[in-house]
């Protein structure tokens, strides 16, 4: 796939977007990124899956994930593990606990949206970050995505672009062969994209 195609297309894509969002919205390159990938999986409706994003508010299917789980999932990830070495070593499910609601969507289930959001803290593997900033970030965005549907033709715009992208030929990879090359883009472009 050319690269140079994916990179106008991507900056025409935050051209247009940018519109429905406040200067400097955190939810703008989360929004585009989490709708290409979900387009790609042709699942429901790009609205209602940025819509859901209000279950990691309340994450009742988290809240009831067994111990074990929960320790699995932190020694699985050896970045994870080296993290959190103090508390698992004092099995302190109390701190265990809450991090991992914060940070199973993101490297667990490999939400797109939350993927995207905290990519600066990913890169960086700054995890306590991830967990420290997870609710008020995630408020905030969820605000400016819930303050956009005001303002007309968002959700078909949002479509649209979707669309195009697919039509670009990305739909012809894997979907985690996508995301790396998004992530490598959007990288590239820094806050431009």
């Known amino acids: 796939m050319d690269e140079k195609e994916l990179i106008s297309f991507l900056k025409q ?3 247009v977007i ?7 919205s955190i939810a703008l390159v989360p929004v585009i990124f989490s709708s290409l990938i979900w387009s790609l999986n042709r699942r429901r409706a790009i609205k209602s899956q940025i819509l859901e994003m209000r279950i990691w508010l309340e994450p009742e299917t988290l809240k ?7 320790l699995d999932f932190f020694e699985s990830i050896p970045d994870l593990k080296s993290a959190y070495a103090e508390e698992l070593a004092d099995h302190d499910l109390r701190a ?8 199973y969507p993101i490297l667990g289930l490999e939400n797109p949206f939350l993927e995207k959001l905290f990519s600066e803290e990913l890169k960086k593997r700054d995890y306590r970050r991830i967990v420290s900033d997870f609710h008020p970030r995630l408020t905030q965005a969820l605000a400016e995505i819930e303050a956009v549907p005001g303002k007309r033709n968002f959700w078909k715009t949002l479509k649209e672009i ?10 012809l990879m894997t979907e985690s062969q996508v995301r790396e090359e998004l992530k490598k883009i959007f990288d590239k472009l820094g806050t431009e994209a």
């Open 13 to 15: 894509a935050r051209s």
């Open 18 to 24: 940018q519109d429905f969002f406040p200067v400097d």
């Open 64 to 70: 009831n994930k067994p111990v074990e789980f929960i």
């Open 96 to 103: 265990l606990r809450t991090a991992f609601k914060a940070l």
């Open 162 to 171: 979707s669309e195009a992208f697919l039509s670009l030929g990305w739909s």
